[in-house]
């Protein structure tokens, strides 16, 4: 059953906490994307990874953390830097030469 | 730089009825046009996209897309909407920098569609 997997699904954290994030697809796809999700904000780049070992900042980075240690796997951790934490969190894959992503189901991330 | 647009915050249409989601597109060079679908706390889903070719674009569920360059947009249409269509629609463009493809998406705020029985 190939796809995108993300866990867990909801998630609660408390203030000072750093949280990371699953995100692991079996499509063979070269490039993952973390997105969050605001409501009224439309999906907003965290950080993306066009190949293993390697990883771009997107456009809301600070306080997040990422690492692409193997193609399948793209963790993201939110640091206790991040000061508003709470959103819905999209993990995304792409395959190569693709500009077609397909996303995970999401992690609901609560700061309590 | 590539931008995405889509002015209507919610869309409501009775069942039956044919629908538009509106999405209109600023980008330099050919655009690569992008509808995905969300239902309540759920990932995005792939609808349909626009590269090259044949401006109407076929997709899932019986959506479909006009591609039109000279008014920059794609929307996105159904003949006749039904209550399961309700949801979150997001248009996108992908995104290019000075060195060519970076295999980004931008979205648009997304567009609620309401269909009423």
Redesign the interface.
Known sequence: DGGITQSPKYLFRKEGQNVTLSCEQNLNHDAMYWYRQDPGQGLRLIYYSQIVNDFQKGDIAEGYSVSREKKESFPLTVTSAQKNPTAFYLCASSGTGSATQYFGPGTRLTVL | AQSVAQPEDQVNVAEGNPLTVKCTYSVSGNP?L?W?VQYP??????LL?Y?TGDNLVKGSYGFEAEFNKSQTSFHLKKPSALVSDSALY?CAV?DLDGSG?T???I????TTLQVKP
């Open positions: 690569y992008f995905y706390n759920r990932g995005l889903q792939f996209k590269i997001f992908r493809n295999g980004k998406l979205f648009g705020q997304g």
